[in-house]
């Protein structure tokens, strides 16, 4: 399954984290919801193969742990997303369609 591109209207945000907007549902450990809005990770699917962390140009993820999440230990955090310029290529390499990217989402909270 892959990330809602609707997320922001199926979803609430629910919290905030290292400047960016976490979008519910969240039920810690398990279920982790989906981080960020202009570069959003489904941290429920995400399996942290880092390939967004290795290919960025720019740097927008950070690996943040996550022990007792189902999928895996940590996440692909897109602690910097508003240094994003939307190149495609964190979604084009994600495994399992975690990421979506779209510049008209606004960035900050
Ligand atoms: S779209 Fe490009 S610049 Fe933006 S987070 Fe993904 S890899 Fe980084």
Redesign the pocket.
């Given at each position: 399954m892959a990330i809602d591109p609707q997320f922001e209207e199926n979803r609430e945000v629910v919290d905030e984290h290292e400047g960016h907007r976490v979008w519910g549902p969240v039920d810690e450990p398990e279920t982790l919801g989906i981080h960020g809005t202009h570069?959003a990770v489904d941290f429920d699917i995400c399996l942290a193969d880092g390939a967004?962390l290795e290919?960025?140009?720019?740097d927008?993820f950070e690996w943040v742990d996550t022990p007792g999440h189902p999928e895996s230990e940590r996440k692909a955090d897109p602690a910097n997303e508003a240094n994003?310029?939307?190149?495609?290529?964190?979604?084009d390499v994600c495994p399992v369609d975690a990421i979506d990217?779209d510049g008209s989402r606004e960035t900050r909270i």
């Open positions: 570069v967004c290919d960025c140009p720019v927008v994003c310029i939307d190149c495609m290529l964190c979604v990217v």
